[in-house]
């Protein structure tokens, strides 16, 4: 099956995210000193976005 037109440069296409991952997330905190090793993973604090 052959892939649409449209869809040809669409890996080319870059756009801000605005939701991190779970990882990158505890990155930012403990960073911040808001988050150490051994709290729990889950409910963690809202972090902004940083490009």
Do not use: A, C, F
């Amino acid at each position: 099956m052959s892939h649409h037109p449209s869809l040809k440069g669409s890996t080319k296409i870059v756009q801000k995210r605005n939701v991190l991952k779970r990882y990158e997330r505890i990155d930012l905190l403990t960073k911040e000193d808001k988050w150490k090793e051994g709290n729990k993973v889950l409910g963690l604090p809202k972090t902004k976005v940083i490009q």
